[in-house]
């Protein structure tokens, strides 16, 4: 009997331990079923993750959502929203002074694409744990991208140094001319430079986070100050040996004198020291003239007849008479080098009283009037079609008002002082000289040169356009002729003549 229930007790522990052990059992399948089904569903959203074409939820480009979006329709909400945010210029500003920075101009633009194929590559590196690490972060957290912003460097500082070069308070270096005897040295003084490097910063800073939408940009700036005047290095650009002028014939060459200019160094330098803050300098130079100028030389320099023109005058008015002859000895002689712009009103000078010039009927306020100087545009005119017949580049040249007694229509060439000039670059390889003369009811130029192989004859031609009772329209065109046939024409102006 006793064995018995001990065996019962035995049974019912039996019982609850097998009653246990199911259970335990259960739990354990049905963890290793749902960790299975986790893991295979894991897998297939990895996979489909992997594979997908769009961004996955939680990101953002610039601040915008992108989540769910394909790389094209990314790139599109990217580009749309922050041509919005973002103004076409920046405003910079200095003191009252303001300046504007087109944003094209220095190609800025952000780089979209290569943030969005960023975006579209999060979580896809193919390591199945770091990936769900990284996906799972961003999308519990959210992840903003910072596209990249590109831009034109050299456009960017060439837009700095054009706004350096019209700041106000630029700092002044030292200068010099020179005015009559006397060589000017002017003083520096202190001013401000842009602080390129930090300003450039600013701007592409500004850019990125696009705060220039809304306020102007401080230019900064620090104090910049003179050079120290060098003496000896304005004394080596002022300073010239005097030379005779000469030429020479194999190969014909004409070398024109120099004036000898000089100036003492160690005097300039007291003068300097002894008043440091002074505006300027006036510092002596001494002059030392050529025996021989470049208008001494004879026609053997200038070989060969390259232009003339001859015009008519009434000789018996003789005040109009002494004007021309006064404008053709100032030209007379001259000598325009290879390169050197010729001007009329600088090389005959202001027409006064003192000067010689008479009351003489010139052109003004729409007819005829009395008037000093008046007639020496027939000089200009003479000398202008000789210049075109020497294949002289005209620079500055005007027709008259009205269609002038000595000179057909787009044949003249009017002058007026500190207004209308003639002017014309010497373009051929080797000095010119003019010889004027006003003698017996003519007035001729003649320019002498050096022939140059295959010229041609040239001269003004000139056609018509319209005529009517108050005006009347005329194209020039310097003609090329040779074996006396004109082999082309080049437009050189349309002039417009009142009727009288």
Not at 70 to 75: D, G, R, V
Not at 125 to 141: H, R
Not at 226 to 238: L, R, T
Not at 419 to 429: A, L, M, P
């Amino acid at each position: 009997m006793p064995d018995f229930q001990i065996f019962k007790g035995n049974n019912k522990k039996i019982l609850k331990m097998f009653k246990h052990d199911s259970i335990v059992l259960l739990f354990v399948i049905f963890l290793a079923i749902f960790i299975g089904i986790l893991i295979a569903g894991s897998i297939m959203f990895y996979s489909n993750q992997q594979n997908s074409n769009t961004i996955q939820s939680g990101v953002f480009i610039k601040g915008i959502n992108v989540s769910g979006l394909t790389k094209q329709e990314a790139i599109k909400l990217v580009t749309n929203e922050l041509h919005k945010q973002m103004n076409d210029h920046l405003e910079l500003t200095y003191k009252n002074y303001n300046y504007y920075l087109e944003v094209e101009q220095i190609e800025a633009k952000f780089d979209i694409e290569s943030s969005v194929n960023y975006a579209l590559n999060i979580a896809k590196t193919g390591n199945f744990l770091n990936d769900m690490e990284k996906y799972i972060l961003v999308l519990t957290a959210n992840i903003n991208i910072e596209p990249v912003l590109t831009y034109n460097e050299n456009a960017l500082i060439s837009y700095l140094e054009t706004i350096q070069a019209n700041l106000p308070d630029q700092v002044q270096q030292y200068g010099y001319y020179i005015e009559d005897d006397e060589l000017i040295i002017t003083n520096g003084s202190n001013g401000v430079e842009i602080s390129v490097d930090d300003l450039k910063n600013i701007i592409i800073e500004s850019i990125q986070d696009i705060s220039y939408s809304n306020e102007y940009i401080q230019i900064p700036t620090h104090v910049k100050y003179p050079d120290p005047i060098n003496v000896e290095s304005i004394h080596s650009d002022v300073y010239r040996e005097v030379q005779n002028a000469y030429f020479t014939t194999e190969p014909y060459a004409v070398f024109p004198d120099v004036t000898g200019v000089d100036f003492d160094i160690d005097k300039a330098k007291e003068i300097i020291e002894n008043n440091p803050e002074a505006e300027e300098y006036a510092i002596e130079l001494n002059y030392k003239k050529a025996d021989i100028t470049v208008n001494d030389l004879g026609k053997e320099a200038f070989p060969d007849l390259v232009g003339s023109y001859i015009t008519k005058y009434n000789a018996r008015d003789t005040d109009r008479t002494t004007n021309l002859r006064l404008a053709a000895e100032k030209i007379n002689g001259t000598v325009v080098m290879p390169g050197e712009i010729f001007s009329y009103n600088k090389v005959v000078g202001k027409r006064t009283i003192e000067a010689g010039y008479k009351e003489a009927p010139i052109y003004q306020d729409g007819g005829v009037t009395d008037g000093l100087g008046g007639g020496i545009c027939q000089i200009s005119t003479t000398l202008y079609n000789a210049a075109i017949e020497a294949n002289m580049e005209i620079e500055q040249r005007r027709n008259h008002m009205f269609v002038p007694s000595y000179a057909e229509a787009g044949k003249d060439a009017t002058v007026v002082w500190g207004s209308t000039d003639f002017q014309f670059k010497n373009r051929r390889d080797y000095p010119i000289k003019i010889e004027a003369q006003v003698t017996g009811g003519i007035a001729s130029v003649k320019i002498y040169g050096l022939h140059m192989e295959d010229e041609y004859e040239l001269f003004i031609d000139t056609k018509t356009i319209k005529s009517t009772s108050t005006s009347l329209v005329v194209e020039s065109y310097r003609a090329y002729r040779r074996d006396g046939k004109i082999v082309k024409r080049d437009k050189l102006y349309t002039d417009t003549y009142k009727v009288h």
